[in-house]
Nanobody, 120 residues
């Protein structure tokens, strides 16, 4: 069974920074694209940033220049460095990973989500 566990959320003042981590565990054979999504109250879940198996990244326009996604393939972990946070960044942040395990075919897995609140 593959699991994604996020950490690093919390309360931060506007202009502050946070680092989110998401570690995949289980009988993983290969990890492909990994990414972060977020969902604010009363809004649909939206893409924040993605990174493929190499170094290619993609960002939502709203976070470009402020957020940085990276990954450690040896640890099956993806990170999201968030700088210059704004109140509109407040949301539950979810990680997603495209994984092939020893027992299942390639598919997307989601983490449980971590709350990020930007407020003074």
């Amino acid at each position: 069974q593959v699991q994604l566990v996020e950490s690093g959320g919390g309360l931060v003042q506007p202009g502050g920074s946070l680092i989110l981590s998401c570690a995949a565990s289980g009988r993983i054979l290969s990890t492909y694209a990994m990414g972060w999504y977020r969902q604010a109250p009363w809004k649909q879940r939206e893409l924040v940033a993605t990174i493929n198996g190499g170094v290619s990244t993609d960002y939502a326009d709203s976070v470009k220049g402020r957020f940085t996604i990276s990954r450690d393939n040896a640890k099956n972990t993806v990170y999201l460095q968030m700088n210059s946070l704004k109140p509109e960044d407040t949301a539950v942040y979810y990680c997603k990973a495209d994984i092939r395990s020893w027992t299942t075919s390639r598919r997307d897995y989601w983490g449980q989500g971590t709350q990020v609140t930007v407020s003074s």
